[in-house]
């Protein structure tokens, strides 16, 4: 008998288990199952949400890729092993075995630490539930080790997996009923919780931490150290780093988020296969580059000089803001989050407009944390249902006027 | 103002084994049978006892809420079985055919002279009324109320529809004369739609304001075309006809005889030659689908109506009352080794997340009945939107619908749709939700809640 049959067999057999939902996810990941309409239409599209958020995966895999090199690139930058890459993105010192090693053990952890903890989850309220398990966590998952410094202990990671799957989507009722993006819910819960674990000068380069503690016990070493270039900015630092660096992604960051040359490639992915909403993408980075402008007119004009402690971010020029922190990566992979994100064609744009908006205002305005697009993602998933609200209204208006012009 | 209709949303969903243009008589059906279920919210009460001996055109039953809307036999005979369901609701009326067929004679009907209200009478006694269907609510006109106009739809873009340029040919004095009967009924206009290329008999009517539709399904749909002309506001009403059935209307009116004929389509994938027949409403599909159509022992659905929309019919079942196609389709009911990740060129898909049908739009396609994928919430946005041309939110309504909120669902349009016009944006719905059966369910609640 072959396994096709051998595991129809067990699914009637088990039909009327409670477990039987965990079977399933795991059945239907071999085998497009044999379920068949009734009712309503005969014939469905080839596509389902698996296929849907395989797609997202598919897209975020260069980042990962790229993160893992990346980690062991900052880690023997830092300690003097190697020299800073020079000539552009294949530059032989980057993509070395020894810089993807470290990355790859360094990340995979937090990759499966996210995956199996945020699945358990899903396994276990799919069962009490009585409901097929959902793929929503499928991208959350791969999200959540892009977005978070490399060196974070997996229990926080665990512990915040648990905080944003429970408490941004389990409770308001599973996929595609939550409110907060959950994986902005996961690191928003970091951030808040373990602030020293989410920004400063250690935690982006792996290592760091760790040869603090030596220090600090008393061992003789020189201490490692790397900003972002927001922390840089803010402070009000030169930025050693060239643009050239910063837009092909050899910067200290979270992990996924450096490389804006393959966030782009993966957004025109997700716009090209029409998953990922091109008018949210697009009107995010008007936005931002709307509030860049203005701030760039700020201190342009004299109004804010380099004594103010806002001046670094606002005085950089509009389109830098484009490449540096995870302005990219959350434009293209959180703010189009379908179920958070504003539903409505013309609602998209609003949404997306003062996301980009957002991020960049809080940036400037807050020195102490300036990674202003997951702020302003979650504040933007909140106000998401307004917008339609009065998108559709506008649709709800037109039918009155036409209901009065009859009775007039 | 030009009354050319074109509209840009929507999807062709092209398939395989489209009817060859030639007529076939089909073989005489020795049942025919009328299922109530076929006539939305009427509840029956039966005329026609078991073992009666009824011509056709006879009344069969009516409905219980709306007395004078009775329901005609299409053929003559005997009725030899009333099956029921629970609570003794009739789910059938089985009639054993005669050979040499009888109709019941309604008498030459003199247009000139005729009123709204003989006209109204006349095709009430005759059994044509059920043909006339109304919005809100998609369901049989009420015979009460004066529709504020009338919409007859002469172009098919469903998939593997009927071509109506085909099967209307010949039938110019028929239509003509129904569509005489159906404006005296109305205060406002018939408005009739007829394909770009016009070729259809439809477009030679007098008396009726004719558009010409230009895009892809759901162009053809009567719900499109109300939507972009004249939308039902709240409190009105609208009409509306299908061709096959104008036919019907304009024979009992030329002649008086009530002849339930059908030029049908056989279509699908399943079918080894698909053409065209001609029979009566109510037939067993058996006489149909096996002679050059279909296996006997193939694992294939068989749909009364077309792809969307249709109605699934056991291989014994019958024609339903108000289509005129037949669409045959294998089974899907099996297990796809990695089919939701890997790529597909062999399925319909609006993405292109590894699907490629984008990359050969005229390509005609051999679809199944497999889902392709579990049910689940709504997740996506935005690809409604790509296929539904009317001017409503359709997630938003059939969230509304979900819920139950009456307000909502009235203030977002739902005296305007109807099922079919959600057909396409569950066909491609990535969550596989039953979109018709929650409007349905929508509709049925308004009726009983504001009527």
């Given at each position: 008998m072959?396994?096709?049959?051998?595991?129809?067999?067990?699914?009637?057999?088990?039909?009327?288990?409670?477990?039987?939902?965990?079977?399933?996810?795991?059945?239907?990941?071999?085998?497009?199952?044999?379920?068949?309409?009734?009712?309503?239409?005969?014939?469905?599209v080839?596509?389902?949400?698996?296929?849907?958020?395989?797609?997202?995966?598919?897209?975020?895999?260069?980042?990962?890729?790229?993160?893992?090199?990346?980690?062991?690139?900052?880690?023997?930058?830092?300690?003097?092993?190697?020299?800073?890459?020079?000539?552009?993105?294949?530059?032989?010192?980057?993509?070395?075995?020894?810089?993807?090693?470290?990355?790859?053990?360094?990340?995979?952890?937090?990759?499966?630490?996210?995956?199996?903890?945020?699945?358990?989850?899903?396994f276990?309220?799919?069962?009490?539930?009585?409901?097929?398990?959902?793929?929503?966590?499928?991208?959350?998952?791969?999200?959540?080790?892009?977005?978070?410094p490399?060196?974070?202990?997996?229990?926080?990671?665990?512990?915040?997996?648990?905080?944003?799957?429970?408490?941004?989507?389990?409770?308001?009722?599973?996929?595609?009923?939550?409110?907060?993006?959950?994986?902005?819910?996961?690191?928003?819960?970091?951030?808040?919780?373990?602030?020293?674990?989410?920004?400063?000068?250690?935690?982006?380069?792996?290592?760091?931490?760790?040869?603090?503690?030596?220090?600090?016990?008393?061992?003789?070493?020189?201490?490692?150290?790397?900003?972002?270039?927001?922390?840089?900015?803010?402070?009000?630092?030169?930025?050693?780093?060239?643009?050239?660096?910063?837009?092909?992604?050899?910067?200290?960051?979270?992990?996924?988020?450096?490389?804006?040359?393959?966030?782009?490639?993966g957004?025109?992915?997700?716009?090209?296969?029409?998953?990922?909403?091109?008018?949210?993408?697009?009107?995010?980075?008007?936005?931002a580059?709307?509030?860049?402008?203005?701030?760039?007119?700020?201190?342009?004009?004299?109004?804010?000089?380099?004594?103010?402690?806002?001046?670094g971010?606002?005085?950089?020029?509009?389109?830098?803001?484009?490449?540096?922190?995870?302005?990219?990566?959350?434009?293209?992979?959180?703010?189009?989050?379908?179920?958070?994100?504003?539903?409505?064609?013309?609602?998209?744009?609003?949404?997306?407009?003062?996301?980009?908006?957002?991020?960049?205002?809080?940036?400037?305005?807050?020195?102490?944390?300036?990674?202003?697009?997951?702020?302003?993602?979650?504040?933007?998933?909140?106000?998401?249902?307004?917008?339609?609200?009065?998108?559709?209204?506008?649709?709800?208006?037109?039918?009155?006027?036409?209901?009065?012009?009859?009775?007039? | 103002?030009?009354?050319?209709?074109?509209?840009?949303?929507?999807?062709?969903?092209?398939?395989?084994?489209?009817?060859e243009?030639?007529?076939?008589?089909?073989?005489?059906?020795?049942?025919?049978?009328?299922?109530?279920?076929?006539?939305?919210?009427?509840?029956?009460?039966?005329?026609?006892?078991?073992?009666?001996?009824?011509?056709?055109?006879?009344?069969?039953?009516?409905?219980?809420?709306?007395?004078?809307?009775?329901?005609s036999?299409?053929?003559?005979?005997?009725?030899?079985?009333?099956?029921?369901?629970?609570?003794?609701?009739?789910?059938?009326?089985?009639?054993?055919?005669?050979?040499?067929?009888?109709?019941?004679?309604?008498?030459?009907?003199?247009?000139?002279?005729?009123?709204?209200e003989?006209?109204?009478?006349?095709?009430?006694?005759?059994?044509?009324?059920?043909?006339?269907?109304?919005?809100?609510?998609?369901?049989?006109?009420n015979?009460?109320?004066?529709?504020?106009?009338?919409?007859?739809?002469?172009?098919?873009?469903?998939?593997?529809?009927?071509?109506?340029?085909?099967?209307l040919?010949?039938?110019?004095?028929?239509?003509?004369?129904?569509?005489?009967?159906?404006?005296?009924?109305?205060?406002?206009?018939?408005?009739?739609?007829?394909?770009?290329?016009?070729?259809?008999?439809?477009?030679?009517?007098?008396?009726?304001?004719?558009?010409?539709?230009?895009?892809?399904?759901?162009?053809?749909?009567?719900?499109?075309?109300?939507?972009?002309?004249?939308?039902?506001?709240?409190?009105?009403?609208?009409?509306?006809?299908?061709?096959?059935?104008?036919?019907?209307?304009?024979?009992?009116?030329?002649?008086?005889?009530?002849?339930?004929?059908?030029?049908?389509?056989?279509?699908?994938?399943?079918?080894?030659?698909?053409?065209?027949?001609?029979?009566?409403?109510?037939?067993?599909?058996?006489?149909?689908?096996?002679?050059?159509?279909?296996?006997?022992?193939?694992?294939?659905?068989?749909?009364?109506?077309?792809?969307?929309?249709?109605?699934?019919?056991?291989?014994?079942?019958?024609?339903?009352?108000?289509?005129?196609?037949?669409?045959?389709?294998?089974?899907?009911?099996?297990?796809?080794?990695?089919?939701?990740?890997?790529?597909?060129?062999?399925?319909?898909?609006?993405?292109?997340?590894?699907?490629?049908?984008?990359?050969?739009?005229?390509?005609?396609?051999?679809?199944?009945?497999?889902?392709?994928g579990?049910?689940?919430?709504?997740?996506?946005?935005g690809?409604?939107?790509?296929?539904?041309?009317l001017?409503?939110?359709?997630?938003?309504?059939?969230?509304?619908?979900?819920?139950?909120?009456?307000?909502?669902?009235?203030?977002?349009?739902?005296?305007?749709?109807?099922?079919?016009?959600?057909?396409?944006?569950?066909?491609v719905?990535?969550s596989k939700?039953?979109?018709?059966k929650?409007?349905?369910?929508?509709?049925?609640?308004?009726?009983?809640?504001?009527?």
């Amino acid at each position: 008998m072959s396994l096709k049959n051998k595991l129809h067999n067990f699914k009637v057999k088990n039909k009327d288990k409670k477990w039987l939902p965990a079977f399933s996810a795991l059945h239907t990941f071999l085998f497009l199952p044999n379920e068949t309409t009734h009712g309503g239409t005969h014939i469905k599209v080839a596509d389902d949400l698996k296929r849907t958020m395989n797609t997202v995966i598919m897209a975020m895999i260069p980042c990962l890729i790229f993160g893992m090199f990346n980690a062991g690139y900052q880690h023997h930058l830092a300690l003097g092993e190697i020299q800073a890459v020079t000539s552009g993105f294949f530059s032989p010192e980057f993509w070395t075995l020894s810089n993807f090693m470290v990355g790859f053990w360094k990340i995979l952890p937090l990759v499966i630490v996210s995956y199996g903890v945020g699945l358990g989850i899903e396994f276990i309220f799919a069962i009490i539930k009585g409901h097929e398990v959902e793929e929503g966590y499928l991208v959350t998952g791969m999200l959540v080790p892009l977005i978070v410094p490399v060196d974070i202990p997996l229990w926080m990671l665990a512990v915040a997996v648990i905080f944003g799957v429970v408490i941004g989507k389990e409770v308001f009722g599973g996929t595609g009923m939550n409110i907060l993006n959950p994986a902005l819910t996961i690191r928003a819960f970091l951030f808040f919780a373990y602030p020293t674990w989410m920004s400063g000068d250690k935690v982006w380069i792996h290592g760091a931490v760790e040869r603090d503690q030596l220090i600090a016990s008393g061992q003789n070493l020189d201490a490692i150290s790397g900003e972002t270039i927001l922390g840089g900015l803010a402070q009000g630092k030169e930025i050693a780093y060239s643009l050239w660096d910063m837009f092909l992604g050899f910067i200290p960051g979270s992990v996924g988020e450096t490389s804006t040359l393959l966030i782009i490639l993966g957004g025109l992915f997700l716009i090209f296969t029409k998953i990922g909403s091109w008018r949210i993408m697009l009107s995010s980075v008007i936005g931002a580059i709307v509030m860049g402008l203005i701030f760039n007119q700020v201190t342009a004009s004299g109004w804010i000089t380099e004594s103010s402690k806002f001046y670094g971010l606002m005085s950089a020029p509009f389109w830098e803001h484009l490449v540096i922190g995870g302005f990219a990566f959350g434009t293209v992979f959180m703010a189009t989050d379908p179920v958070t994100a504003s539903q409505t064609n013309k609602g998209k744009w609003i949404y997306g407009f003062l996301i980009g908006f957002v991020s960049i205002m809080i940036r400037v305005f807050n020195p102490a944390y300036p990674e202003g697009v997951m702020l302003a993602i979650l504040l933007m998933n909140v106000f998401a249902p307004t917008i339609d609200h009065y998108v559709v209204q506008g649709n709800v208006k037109k039918r009155m006027k036409r209901l009065k012009a009859k009775v007039a | 103002m030009s009354n050319d209709i074109r509209i840009k949303k929507g999807l062709d969903i092209k398939l395989k084994g489209e009817a060859e243009k030639t007529v076939e008589q089909a073989v005489i059906s020795n049942y025919c049978t009328i299922r109530p279920e076929d006539f939305h919210g009427v509840t029956p009460k039966l005329v026609a006892k078991e073992g009666t001996t009824v011509k056709a055109g006879s009344t069969l039953f009516y409905d219980k809420s709306h007395e004078a809307v009775k329901f005609s036999s299409p053929v003559s005979g005997k009725v030899i079985e009333v099956v029921r369901g629970p609570k003794r609701r009739i789910d059938a009326i089985k009639i054993e055919a005669d050979k040499p067929q009888s109709y019941e004679d309604y008498g030459k009907f003199n247009l000139d002279s005729a009123t709204a209200e003989t006209v109204k009478t006349h095709l009430l006694a005759s059994g044509c009324w059920p043909f006339i269907r109304q919005r809100p609510y998609d369901v049989i006109a009420n015979p009460d109320k004066s529709p504020k106009a009338i919409f007859i739809s002469g172009y098919a873009s469903a998939p593997l529809a009927a071509d109506l340029d085909f099967t209307l040919q010949g039938k110019e004095s028929e239509l003509q004369a129904a569509v005489n009967a159906l404006g005296k009924l109305t205060e406002g206009k018939v408005h009739v739609s007829v394909g770009k290329n016009a070729s259809s008999p439809m477009a030679g009517l007098s008396g009726v304001t004719l558009h010409k539709v230009f895009g892809p399904h759901p162009s053809g749909n009567v719900g499109t075309l109300i939507n972009k002309i004249d939308p039902v506001n709240k409190g009105e009403v609208v009409w509306t006809v299908s061709p096959q059935d104008l036919v019907i209307i304009g024979e009992l009116l030329l002649t008086g005889k009530f002849n339930a004929e059908r030029i049908l389509a056989l279509v699908g994938s399943s079918v080894k030659n698909p053409r065209y027949f001609k029979t009566l409403i109510g037939s067993e599909v058996a006489t149909i689908i096996y002679d050059k159509g279909v296996d006997k022992d193939g694992n294939d659905r068989i749909i009364s109506g077309n792809v969307l929309s249709g109605k699934q019919v056991a291989p014994d079942g019958n024609l339903d009352y108000y289509s005129n196609v037949i669409s045959v389709i294998p089974e899907g009911d099996d297990y796809e080794f990695f089919g939701w990740n890997k790529p597909v060129f062999n399925k319909v898909s609006t993405s292109r997340a590894l699907t490629f049908s984008w990359l050969n739009p005229k390509k005609k396609y051999d679809l199944n009945t497999n889902t392709n994928g579990e049910h689940r919430a709504f997740v996506t946005t935005g690809t409604y939107e790509e296929v539904f041309p009317l001017d409503i939110y359709p997630m938003q309504i059939l969230k509304a619908c979900m819920y139950q909120d009456l307000d909502e669902m009235e203030a977002l349009g739902m005296y305007e749709v109807a099922p079919e016009d959600f057909a396409l944006t569950e066909f491609v719905c990535v969550s596989k939700q039953p979109h018709q059966k929650i409007i349905r369910q929508g509709l049925d609640l308004m009726l009983k809640e504001i009527g």
